[in-house]
């Protein structure tokens, strides 16, 4: 029956394959409706696929047109504009045709994709060349993210020279440590770029065919690494601690990856004049940043002599007149009210603009003051000398109008007609041309320039030196036209030559005739019966003090700059170092490159207040490396003609790559995006977790600090009570007899126990000074003491406001008002602060015994008087302290040992004992103790003589008041200092043949006393060994 139905079924399945047929053409006719198809006489669009691959399967758009996207997203356009911007240019030049429009989510996605293939591309170059010539870094914050940017600097087979940028920014997530930027260059730039250049290696292989890489000309990754960086290498960052400790490691390190590269039987067999001469790494300091120190300084000395001449004026305004003649504040200031960019919302940029355009006069723009540039001190003071009496015309019809209320017009005009800040603008005018100009040029061409390396920048700044000692011999010099620190510079360079001649030529805006060189002439040689012209002594003033600082700080040890000048006998000066000079030849000698990527974050994360660092970062390298561009064809440029065409710019390195490289280097961006956004995410939460953990170092370190403050405020504020002088007749007292260092001592225990006991912290001073000031100082503590703060005490003493507790320190820093009443919530959350006095007050007071346990602080000596009780019958029944030296192990230690004065000596009829013939002399203590078990020491009593010098002193014999008396109790205690005692225990004395130390020494030590008195040794006590004890001792008067 089966077969019969055979043919039946034979003819249904020829059916249903025609049927799958028919559904098949269909299908494919719907899917060609869904394409575009181009107007007649329109071509077709070059590289556009069709939405389904041959398969049926949907496929990516093609790597050009995503390399389009991927341009525009580099360019730093907003994501949601780029499929628009795509779609414009398509219907204006092939009219009819579209193409794929992505999301805004999906368009936003790809600036993760423009960072992963701008990294790629960047890994590439970096494994293709042929010498790292130099290697610059920093780490900066931006919108709390502490970041990192890096630069290297390539020579690639060819001989051509490129900046390539690893990482454009990236997140630090274990700090900015030593160790951990080491770290982080070579697990997150050096390492992360070979992952991901494997990465595209991998992609390529997968769709090309294994070896299809190496065929298409594609590097290694172990190209990538720290070894890379002993190529003649120059590792360039600026001159903090911090950064050169860091270039030193990372030194160390690339040298030790050469080592494992190498080999070790290989580096084991070269001399070491082989590893110098293969294997060199140079460490660079930033000239940039270099030139900015010295400006620095010279600015600050100006503004310093200019506020120290106009002292007593300057006491006569308001703080809210806001009168500083400090030329930087001015220069910001002048920014805010006269720049036309109308940066002040309040300020008169355009009124003055159109004012001053009414004039035929020499004006030049104001410099933008919105950063914070070092230079801007120099570059700044320009503007406001060519503008100065115009800027004052200006003001002066709002100063003259009865209802002017605006500070800023009236600060601008009082310091502009000050004829000393004259005199501080026409000084910066000259050094900007003179010195700050001409030294900038040379650090940003340095690597342009022929034989010309960061070594040769040290001859440069000794002939900066030389002009420097010019200025200092003969201040007039700086007004001399023939007088140049850069003339042998010139001389050698006629590029510079060029370029000083081109600066000095170029026209003022909108100023006629007007050139840079008639500003320098009018600083040099003023126009008769001018402002300037007035101002010629203090520019010399200015000139000379300024020449001074500059050459104080090249000359200064700590800093960088010493060791460029071989009159500092400098390591990296010119002469000792033609060697590294030729082998550093093109390196970049300033760190500019790294720097103008945090500038280039600052705006994008600025413009994009949401965008993760991760895709900053693309955008920030493609700013530098621009593999997506391609060349303009520029038919016309008026506003910016020059005598030379400018050449144009290549074509970007991604569309010089090959077709199917490119292919595959936007499929492994696409592909590895997920995960490097997951990586990212990681980061961010490591970098979170991180700055927390420092805050809770910071707040722990601030609490300790807080509680050590706390302990010594309550030490000192006791020392007040009891210790602190009163009159000017007490601290003659406390002063007579004691050496100037011990002088010095008392009267800061003196002024801290009212600083820091009493937190009157307006009477703070600095306590530094050198050895020569010491016999000053002295003199002005008294007087700050007797003039300024007895008499504040005196009148809070007279008005019963005295301090009863010691001042918690945090609420120095921590002084908040209340407004109405407080509000209970806040209340209680004050309570659970750590720095809530009550909490800090506990663990003050645990720090003040762990102090007196480890031998630091000793709260009964600070409670004692300053001076000694008097002898006589007020001392009978009270407790004393005696500071009694023993043997224990071999070691003289002493302790505090109490008892209780039974009676004075009269000088009259007390005598030491019965037997005795003289008469005790009058002051002598009968003194009592108690029995001491864990010494082994019966209950007895003895004549003591005390001596005033030793009363509160933790010397031997050392004698004060016991805690009972001063409303405490407590065991026996250590001194605060032990003194080692140079005698040792000398036999036959009774209390020594026990072996217990402590008996010996008391009761020879209360009979050594009593005979430095003059009493008289009884007979026997020769032969009991006692006399041995006293032989070494001075006779009593």
């Keep these: 029956g089966d077969a019969a139905k055979l043919p039946e079924l034979k003819l249904q399945v ?10 098949r053409v269909e299908e494919e006719s719907e899917s060609e409706d869904d394409e575009p198809s181009p107007r007649p006489g329109c071509s077709p669009i070059v590289g556009l696929l069709p939405r389904r691959d041959e398969h049926g399967r949907w496929q990516a758009e093609s790597a050009e047109l995503r390399g389009l996207r991927h341009a525009q997203l580099a360019r730093g356009v907003a994501s949601s504009t780029v499929s628009a911007n795509i779609q414009d240019v398509l219907d204006v030049l092939c009219p009819g045709h579209g193409v794929p429009a992505a999301c805004a989510r999906q368009s936003k996605l790809m600036r993760g994709e423009v960072t992963i293939a701008g990294e790629a591309m960047a890994a590439f170059k970096f494994a293709a060349s042929r010498r790292v010539i130099s290697f610059g870094w920093d780490e900066s914050t931006k919108f709390g ?14 001989g051509t020279i490129e900046d390539v940028c690893l990482r454009g920014l990236s997140i630090l997530p274990h700090g900015g440590t030593s160790v951990a930027l080491l770290a982080h260059i070579e697990e997150r730039i050096l390492s992360y770029s070979r992952r991901v250049l494997a990465a595209w290696i991998a992609q390529h292989e997968k769709e090309k065919g294994a070896g299809s890489w190496a065929a298409a000309g594609g590097p290694a990754p172990e190209n990538i690494g720290l070894h890379r960086l002993c190529e003649d290498t120059v590792l360039m960052t600026d001159t903090c601690n911090g950064a050169r400790c860091t270039r030193r490691m990372v030194a160390a390190a690339a040298m030790v990856a050469v080592e494992a590269k190498v080999g070790k039987a290989a580096w084991e067999a070269m001399t070491e004049e082989e590893r110098e001469r293969k294997y060199k790494t140079y460490l660079g300091d930033c000239w940039q940043h270099l030139r900015n120190i010295i400006i620095e300084a010279m600015a600050a000395a100006a503004n310093a002599s200019v506020k120290a001449t106009l002292d007593d004026e300057l006491h006569d305004f308001s703080s809210f007149e806001r009168i500083d003649p400090d030329g930087s504040c ?3 200031a002048a920014f805010k009210q006269f720049h036309h960019g109308g940066e002040y919302a309040k300020g008169r940029g355009r009124e003055f603009e159109s004012w001053r355009k009414t004039r035929a006069l020499m004006f030049l723009p104001f410099e933008r003051a919105a950063g914070s540039r070092q230079d801007l001190a120099f570059d700044g003071c320009v503007p406001l000398f060519v503008n100065r009496v115009t800027c004052v015309d200006f003001l002066r019809g709002y100063i003259d109008c009865p209802k002017s209320q605006n ?11 000050c004829n000393e800040f004259t005199a501080l603008l026409r000084v910066n005018t000259l050094w900007r041309f003179l010195f700050s100009d001409p030294l900038r040029w040379l650090c940003g061409s340095a690597s342009k320039l022929d034989d010309w390396s960061l070594y040769k920048m040290g001859w440069v700044l000794e002939q900066v030196e030389a002009g420097m000692e010019q200025v200092v011999a003969d201040p007039a010099r700086l007004l001399d036209p ?16 060029d370029w000083r001649a081109e600066l000095l030529a170029r026209p003022l805006k909108g100023c006629g005739d007007h050139t840079f060189a008639d500003v320098l ?15 010629t002594p203090k520019v010399l003033e200015l000139a000379k003090l300024q020449a001074e600082a500059a050459l104080k700080k090249m000359h200064d040890p700590k800093l960088a700059l010493a060791d460029k000048l071989e009159s500092q006998d400098g390591v990296n000066a010119w002469s000792k170092n033609e060697d590294a000079h030729r082998r550093t030849i093109d390196a970049h000698v300033t760190n500019d490159a790294v720097e103008n990527k945090f500038a280039i974050a600052d705006y994008i994360m600025r413009f994009y207040r949401n965008m993760s660092v991760f895709n900053v970062s693309g955008v920030v390298q493609q700013r530098a490396a621009h593999d997506y561009d391609r060349p303009l064809d520029v038919v016309s440029d008026r506003r910016k003609r020059k005598a030379e065409p400018a050449e144009a710019p290549p074509l970007g390195f991604f ?14 961006a696409r592909r590895r995006l997920p995960d490097a956004l997951k990586e990212g995410r990681a980061e961010v939460l490591s970098h979170d977790q991180e700055k927390l953990l420092r805050r809770e170092e910071a707040v722990q370190r601030q609490l300790n600090a807080a509680v050590e403050r706390y302990a010594a405020a309550l030490e000192l504020f006791d020392q007040w009570r009891a210790q602190g002088v009163k009159t000017a007749a007490e601290l003659e007292r406390a002063l007579g007899g004691k050496s100037e260092p011990e002088q010095l001592a008392e009267l800061r225990r003196q002024i801290e126990m009212r600083t820091v006991g009493c937190g009157w912290t307006h009477f703070e001073t600095k306590w530094g000074f050198f050895s020569d ?7 002005d503590l008294k007087r700050m003491l007797l003039d300024d703060i007895l008499p504040y005490e005196i009148g809070l003493r007279r008005l019963k406001k005295l301090p009863t507790e010691a001042a918690p320190p945090q609420l120095r820093v921590r002084s908040i008002k209340t407004l109405g009443t407080a509000d209970a919530d806040v209340l209680r959350l004050e309570q659970q602060s750590i720095f809530n006095v009550s909490n800090l007050l506990e663990k003050a007071k645990a720090a003040r015994e762990r102090r007196e346990a480890a031998g630091i602080s000793d709260s009964v000596e600070v409670r004692q008087d300053r001076e000694a009780p008097p002898f006589d019958t007020r001392l009978v029944g009270k407790w004393l302290e005696v500071c009694w030296p023993y043997k224990e192990d071999a070691r003289t230690v002493k302790i505090w040992a109490a008892g209780r004065v039974k009676r004075v000596a009269d000088g009259l009829t007390d005598k030491r004992s019965p037997r005795a013939r003289k008469i005790l002399p009058a002051g002598m203590l009968l003194w009592a103790w108690d029995a001491d078990p864990e010494y082994d020491e019966p209950a007895g009593e003895r004549w003591i003589a005390f001596l005033p010098e030793k009363w509160n002193k933790p010397v031997s014999y050392g004698w004060r008041l016991d805690p009972r008396e001063l409303g405490a109790t407590g065991p026996p205690r250590t001194p605060l200092i032990e003194e080692e005692e140079e005698e040792e225990a000398r036999p036959g004395a009774a209390a020594a043949e026990k072996g217990a130390g402590a008996s010996a020494a008391t009761i020879n030590g209360m009979l050594l006393i009593a005979w430095r008195e003059g009493a008289e040794m009884r007979t026997g006590d020769e032969e009991s060994g006692l006399g041995a004890v006293c032989a070494g001792l001075p006779q009593p008067e």
């Design 407 to 417: 500070v800023l017009d009236k600060s601008l005009y009082t310091v502009m007609k």
């Design 482 to 497: 023939e007088f140049d620190m850069f003339a042998a510079v010139a001389e050698e360079l006629p590029a510079f030559r």
């Design 773 to 779: 000031e010491r016999s000053h100082k002295i003199e």
């Design 14 to 23: 020829k059916e249903l394959k025609a049927r799958v047929e028919e559904l």
């Design 145 to 158: 993210n502490s970041v990192f940017s890096c630069n290297f600097q390539l020579e690639h087979f060819d």
């Design 521 to 535: 002439r009018e600083a040099r040689v003023p126009t008769p019966g001018s402002g300037n012209q007035q101002a």
């Design 655 to 668: 569309w010089r790559l090959r077709a199917d490289l490119r292919s595959s280097l936007v499929t492994m």
């Design 330 to 332: 001015v220069i910001r």
